[in-house]
């Protein structure tokens, strides 16, 4: 990447304060640029979830890495519960859906509260046997009594099944001349294998899953940098994990550079990744100690307040600028973490030379994340969201202290712990999102002339604006008069 007329800016920049110059270019397709990351992780586009308790579940690692990201599990949850997901989303399928299985004797109430656990927001009515028998959606189920049993409202006439291992392009086609937006798929026994539906199908096509070597969806998992570092890392590795997070808020500290030590003294075959930090002396310390990707942000997240408790924390993309510049030297690579509301913000992080960004609190609300769906008085759907040093996280993270520990530690939280994250209605999920993102992201390289993420970050011609040239950038949803 280079700066307009090489222009040094005096001041660090956030990403409102750059945008790009387009550059002749020879790609002829926005499709045919490859956005696979070179930094070993496996993703196949350069999206990272952040391992953030109200974003990251297994639903959210599942639908991700379908889609070629990866999903980072936090390090507060349970060694035991994360070996399980890792286990679960590594058993998942490359095409189909996980279903919503239900069993016609239960109640409209009871499908009530699993069908917004899935953007597809179908269940399948199976038998004893698991052959599908019939499907409900929320329409089956409105105006319905909530005792009433779904086998009296599912819908069974001429109940469409797919082969589990049909192509997708065959998938679709096949929805599309039924007019069904979703099927149930099933095995060669009839046995429910998953669920399908039109846009699935057409995603399969665009998309390429981030899987391992043995052809499994791929995941990541954090660690802390405080007590058993070492064990609890080998039990990640051990239930299969594929990347490794060391994770604090504070990554340049002695704890830090001692834990990545203790990682990489396992030989894990995975990539190690670090941090926060936002500067190169950072780098330098944590690629000493063993780090292969560093983690790039402190303070840029939407649940963060640390830059206002502080003062600490940098402009995001000079953060990610000098940072990749620094690992690059190491043959290493950094993600940035945090700061990211709109496709733009992906493209100049990864202009700035990150190979994967990762994407928090713009994810939480999505169908897919964690949190159950509510509604406020107007009827907008949303989720809770909270921040990973907020009370509300360290109360989750300390629950085995002793009362007075948890309550010194309260005293000292940073971030927000209530947040309403709402569903945007035209991309409720996060394939939704990721395909807008993806869109933009494909679009930025064919602008620069660049084929691939490492010629984007090469290629990239990027100027500094005002706050009206961003302004000027928005588009309108009105008249101006």
Not at 74 to 84: A, C, F, L
Not at 188 to 198: E, Q, S, V, Y
Request: glycine fraction near 10%.
């Amino acid at each position: 990447m280079r700066f307009l007329n090489d222009l040094k800016p005096p001041y660090d920049l956030t990403y409102d304060d750059v945008f790009m110059v387009p550059s002749r270019s020879a790609v002829g397709s926005r499709q045919g640029v490859d956005l696979s990351s070179p930094d070993g992780t496996g993703t196949t586009i350069p999206l990272v979830v952040a391992n953030m308790t109200a974003i990251a579940g297994r639903r959210m690692a599942e639908t991700v890495a379908r889609r070629g990201g990866l999903v980072v599990i936090p390090q507060d949850i349970p060694i035991e519960v994360v070996t399980d997901v890792i286990s679960w989303v590594k058993s998942r399928h490359h095409v189909l859906d996980t279903p919503i299985v239900l069993d016609p004797h239960q109640t409209v109430a009871d499908a009530l509260s699993l069908l917004p656990k899935r953007a597809h927001n179908a269940g399948v009515v199976v038998d004893a046997d698991q052959r599908p028998i019939g499907v409900v959606t929320d329409e089956d189920l409105s105006g319905v009594d909530r005792f009433t049993q779904l086998s009296e409202v599912m819908s069974k006439d001429e109940l469409l099944l797919l082969d589990a291992d049909i192509d997708p392009r065959e998938a679709f086609n096949t929805l599309d001349h039924h007019n069904r937006r979703y099927a149930p798929a099933v095995d060669k026994d009839g046995r429910l294998a998953g669920i399908l539906t039109r846009k699935g199908a057409l995603r399969a096509t665009l998309y390429s899953p981030a899987v391992d070597a043995d052809g499994k969806l791929r995941i990541a998992a954090a660690v802390g940098i405080n007590g058993d570092v070492a064990g609890k890392a080998k039990q990640l590795l051990d239930a299969g994990v594929d990347t490794l997070v060391v994770d604090t808020a504070h990554g340049h500290q002695e704890s830090m550079i001692a834990a990545v030590k203790a990682v990489r003294g396992l030989d894990p075959h995975v990539p190690i990744v670090a941090g926060n930090i936002v500067a190169a002396e950072g780098v330098r310390d944590l690629i000493e100690a063993g780090a292969d990707i560093i983690k790039v942000g402190v303070g840029p997240g939407a649940m963060c307040t640390t830059r206002m408790m502080t003062g600490v924390g940098r402009p995001q993309f000079s953060a990610v600028l000098e940072c990749a510049a620094e690992a690059k030297k190491f043959g290493k690579h950094v993600w940035a973490d945090g700061g990211v509301r709109h496709p733009r913000d992906v493209a100049m992080a990864l202009a700035a030379g990150a190979s994967n960004v990762m994407i928090g609190s713009w994810f939480a609300g999505t169908y897919e994340s964690p949190g159950d769906l509510q509604q406020d008085a107007s009827g907008r759907l949303y989720k809770e969201s909270f921040g990973m040093a907020s009370k509300r996280a360290v109360r989750n993270r300390t629950s085995e202290e002793s009362a007075y520990d948890r309550a010194r530690k309260a005293i000292f939280e940073e971030g927000i712990s209530h947040s309403r994250m709402f569903l945007d209605p035209a991309r409720p999920g996060v394939e939704d999102l990721i395909d807008s993102i993806i869109a933009g992201v494909r679009s930025s390289c064919t602008y620069a002339g660049a084929g691939s993420l490492e010629e984007f970050a090469e290629k990239a011609i990027v100027g500094v604006q005002s706050a009206a040239g961003y302004a000027e950038g928005k588009p309108l949803h009105a008249s101006w008069s």
